[in-house]
C-alpha cells in the first residue's frame, strides 16, 4: 500500500515539473 501511494506521489510530482518546465520553455521562446 505504502508503495502504491510511494508511486501516485511520484507521477503527480513528475507532472507538476513537467507542466512547470513546459510553461517556462513556452515563455522563452514567446520572448523571442
Known sequence: MSDY???E???TD???I???GYE???EQ???R
Open 29 to 31: 521562446q514567446a520572448e
Open 24 to 26: 517556462r520553455f513556452g
Open 18 to 20: 513537467y507542466r512547470f
Open 9 to 11: 506521489a511520484a507521477r
Open 5 to 7: 501511494f510511494l508511486s
Open 14 to 16: 513528475l507532472k507538476n
